[in-house]
T-cell receptor, first 112, second 113 residues
Framework: GEDVEQSLFLSVREGDSSVINCTYT??????LYWYKQEPGAGLQLLTY?????DMKQDQRLTVLLNKKDKHLSLRIADTQTGDSAIYFC????????????FGTGTRLTIIP | DAGVTQSPTHLIKTRGQHVTLRCSPI?????VSWYQQVLGQGPQFIFQ???????GRGNFPDRFSARQFPNYSSELNVNALLLGDSALYLC????????????FGPGTRLTVT
């Protein structure tokens, strides 16, 4: 199928770590992405991982990929109020075009 | 450097009308993709253009069309608008040589009444 699945909501206390999970469908996916969308705005590319990698770290962001289970996660360390947003995972399945297939998004709420 | 720009920001149209949305990619980027994001959902791929040629098409009716100009800017056209076409239309650009990264513009909010 086409679906990329995410939990709809996540609430985290300020200063804690946030873990946002995603399950994708195509084992041949080449790149997997995390985008951030703030209210009324477009999508901001946060990070991405190539399918032959298990982990990628970029400052406060850590991406983990379990290819066997087709599971992708994004960990945000020391979550701040500015991290409040909707987070989308997306998969890219082939190099023939640049189509990204997005999940439904996870709304991250920070509790002061 | 300027990011991806889109115009207009907001647009209100009536059912049956036609609309044209515009996108200017990041300088040096030759690929432009269009996505539709209905409220509460993730973006859905509509088209990709590279060097003025269509490289990909999503599952959208023929009422949707696009083109890319020699300066790599792009237009998305939607004919015979339906209420269900109300959405945020996002444009993304990339450098085909760096195939991993697509950068999105702020979008055009289309409301069909």
């Amino acid at each position: 199928g086409e679906d990329v699945e995410q939990s709809l909501f996540l609430s985290v206390r300020e200063g804690d770590s946030s873990v946002i999970n995603c399950t994708y469908t195509d084992s041949s996916s080449t790149y997997l992405y995390w985008y951030k969308q703030e209210p009324g705005a477009g999508l901001q590319l946060l990070t991405y991982i190539f399918s032959n990698m298990d982990m990628k770290q970029d400052q406060r962001l850590t991406v983990l990929l379990n290819k066997k289970d087709k599971h992708l996660s994004l960990r945000i360390a020391d979550t701040q109020t500015g991290d409040s947003a909707i987070y989308f995972c997306a998969e890219r399945r082939d190099f023939g075009n640049e189509k990204l297939t997005f999940g439904t998004g996870t709304r991250l709420t920070i509790i002061p | 450097d300027a990011g991806v720009t889109q115009s207009p920001t907001h647009l209100i149209k009536t059912r049956g009308q036609h609309v044209t949305l515009r996108c200017s990619p990041i300088s040096g980027h030759k690929s432009v993709s269009w996505y539709q994001q209905v409220l509460g959902q993730g973006p859905q791929f509509i088209f990709q253009y590279y060097e003025k040629e269509e490289r990909g098409r999503g599952n959208f009716p023929d009422r949707f069309s696009a083109r890319q100009f020699p300066n790599y800017s792009s237009e998305l056209n939607v004919n015979a608008l339906l209420l269900g076409d109300s959405a945020l239309y996002l444009c993304a650009s990339s450098d085909w040589a760096l195939v991993y990264e697509q950068y999105f513009g702020p979008g055009t909010r289309l409301t069909v009444t």
